[in-house]
């Protein structure tokens, strides 16, 4: 592709990330660790706003999704504009399902292809220049989709008002718009059901996804906390095997960059956020029991065996961790909660990063990155 246009960057190491063709892969763990210092599924282009904080909705809210487009130099050195004409938002239950995208994860507010969107396709669509700064001047664009109103039945945790949300998002437009009518890229995507062949946050520089949570932990109050998630492969039609992990994510001396982005802004600001200096006393998965509502329960094929295995020091040095290997029917989706149990001790502002990672049997990887504030 001599013009790729513009990207949703995962982050500003992604933007400078050496794609090829118009395509990268931010999935693979050697490029993970070399260039975007973040997994896939955290990207920090993707917000909500109008509710309780970038990646927390609450029921009843007029939340608008904002995505971040970042312009791109042609293969050629050129800077002519590419306009941006199709974004498409879909929020999903918080899972681990490894690369692509599957549209019985989306929350059933957002079924019936009741996504968020823009749209412009005239000639007063939003343009980015290539050769501008990250998130700078005329080369970025925040543009915010139509709005999206939570209902009860969009969280996993049904008893709650509020709740984590794994967002996807997908671009499209046209480049080199000064140079006549332009070349198309990215696909536009008007049908839900378009999610399953469509999306590869993997490759595909017009597709990201940020999936995060944040949880509350009372500080000197109950030290065991956590939340629940699917993990599987839905899209999957034979019998397959996958494994789970939680581990600790040593943070070193500052917050991870990951969790600060959302940290910085809602109800954590006025915190004093600081790193933990040990990991959790233990974490835990365990399959998640619960009256499901009418779409999970449709959705929820549970594993035929579960196998568990303790991650020791050797494998995970900061604190260990703890993995489980499901054994999963056709379409298989399992629903899992992590819990966390942190030194009651610990001050105001303690912020632990933990990691659950999906490991599928051909190698392809999805997660969740977490943070457990001590309140």
């Known amino acids: 592709m001599a013009d790729p246009g513009f990207m949703i960057p995962l982050n500003e190491r992604d933007f400078f990330f050496p794609n090829d063709g118009g395509q990268r892969n931010i ?27 970038a990646v927390t909705a609450r029921v009843g809210d007029t939340v608008v999704i904002q995505v971040g487009i970042q312009g791109l130099t042609a293969a050629e050195g050129a800077t002519t504009p590419a306009a941006i004409q199709q974004v498409q938002a879909w ?44 998130q700078g001047g005329i080369g970025f664009q925040s543009i915010s989709l139509s709005a999206w109103t939570p209902s009860k039945e969009d969280f996993l945790e049904q008893a709650s008002n509020e709740g984590h949300c794994c967002v996807i ?57 956590g939340f629940g998630f699917l993990s599987g492969v839905p899209k999957q039609t034979r019998p397959t095997r996958t494994s789970i992990a939680v581990t600790a994510v040593d943070q070193g001396g500052q917050v991870d960059p990951v969790l600060l982005k959302v940290l910085g802004g ?16 233990s974490l835990r998965l365990a399959r998640h029991d619960h009256k499901w509502n009418s779409w999970l329960g449709k959705i929820v094929h549970e594993a035929e065996e579960i196998i568990e295995e303790l991650l020791g020091l050797g494998t995970h040095p900061f604190g260990g961790g703890h993995q489980l ?32 990672t999906q490991t599928d049997a051909d190698g392809a990887r999805g997660g969740i990155r977490a943070g457990i504030v001590v309140t």
């Open 266 to 281: 809602g109800p954590y600001a006025g915190l004093p956020l600081k790193p933990a200096s040990s990991a959790p006393k």
């Open 169 to 225: 998002a997908n671009a499209a437009g046209q480049s080199s718009v000064e140079e006549g009518s332009g070349e198309p890229v990215g696909v536009n995507i008007t049908d839900n059901s378009q999610l399953n062949s469509d999306i590869n946050v993997c490759t595909s520089l017009y597709q990201a996804q940020r999936n995060i949570v944040i949880v509350p932990s009372p500080h000197g109050g109950q030290i065991h906390t």
């Open 27 to 53: 999935c693979d763990p050697a490029n993970q660790n070399t260039y975007t210092k973040a997994p896939w599924w955290t990207c920090e282009n993707i917000q909500l706003t109008g509710t309780v904080d």
């Open 91 to 134: 929020v999903c239950y918080p899972n681990t399902v490894a690369g692509g995208a599957s549209a019985t994860l989306v929350v059933p507010s957002m079924q019936n292809n009741a996504f968020a969107s823009f749209s412009n396709t005239t000639p007063s669509a939003p343009t980015v220049f290539g050769g501008e700064p990250y």
């Open 325 to 356: 290997h499901l054994n999963l029917p056709p379409h298989g989706l399992q629903a899992l909660r992590v819990t966390v149990e942190l030194d009651p001790n610990e001050p105001l502002g303690t912020v632990h990063a933990i990691e659950i």
